[in-house]
């Protein structure tokens, strides 16, 4: 969407700004050039939100960079994004003109708002390591509860997946960091050795190949040390004595 704006600088730098920053609809419109900052290398917002509350959102350098070419001699306290269309309201974009921007820049045949964008804020920086509670404070939300309903959009993984019994690629999770240090103080001692094909009884549980090479040792419940393997065809490592036939 926002690639598809570049012949149009403002309503990619409001594209920009919906989904860098999270802002609310009505955020976007009623912004001032007084509300922008530069601090380096990039800049800020300083935005009056619901219920009177104020927040500050950095911006990253080449989205400030963007936004702020866009100024030219604007006063202080002129409209950011400005509409083409004059009325009594004043000369910033409403909301029902920014909803056609995104609508049009979507491309798809689907009801479209600018509140798609705030939620991908939320969901992509949650899942890029972002810390709960700053997503939370820059989008804004009263609650933390309200910012970990994004968590839920995350499906990469679950944790059923560590538990499938019935699979030999289950992750063992529990078992890996039991031996962990075990395992790194024999990769530090000796260096992995592969076993030959034409020699090897052994095969691995997941792929049935029999391209292994050494990978450690695992203490098992007879207090004896037993080898551990690692697949060379699909990185999967077992304990023989451990895997399922």
């Known amino acids: 969407m926002i690639q598809s704006q570049t012949n149009n600088k403002r309503n990619q730098a409001i594209l920009l700004l919906l989904y860098t920053a999270g802002l609310r609809v009505n955020e976007l419109c009623s912004l001032r050039w007084e509300d922008l900052s530069q601090r380096m290398p990039g800049g800020q917002l300083t935005i009056s939100g619901k219920g009177g509350k104020t ?12 936004v702020s070419k866009l100024r030219n001699n604007a006063d202080s306290d002129a409209p950011v994004f400005m509409s083409r269309q004059k009325d009594s309201f004043g000369t910033a974009l409403d909301q029902s003109q920014v909803n056609r921007i995104v609508a049009t820049a979507a491309g798809i045949n689907k009801k479209v708002s600018p509140h798609w964008l705030r939620h991908s ?3 992509h920086s ?17 609650s933390i509860a309200t910012t970990s309903r994004y968590l839920h959009a995350h499906i990469d993984d679950s944790s059923a997946l560590y538990l499938d019994v019935l699979s030999n690629t289950a992750k063992h999770i529990s078992q890996q960091s039991t031996n962990e240090n075990l395992e790194e103080q024999h990769k530090q001692k000796q260096p992995p050795t592969k076993v030959e094909k034409n020699t090897s009884v052994l095969k691995c549980p997941n792929c049935k190949s029999k391209e292994l090479q050494q990978y450690g040792f695992q203490i098992l419940a007879d207090g004896l040390n037993h080898q551990r393997f690692r697949c060379l065809m699909c990185d999967y490592a077992f304990t023989p004595l451990l895997s399922i036939s």
């Open 126 to 142: 949650l899942k890029r390591g972002a810390p709960l509670h700053l997503v939370q404070k820059t989008v804004g939300h009263s």
């Open 55 to 66: 927040r500050i959102i950095l911006l990253p350098e080449s989205v400030w960079q963007h």
């Open 121 to 123: 804020h939320a969901i």
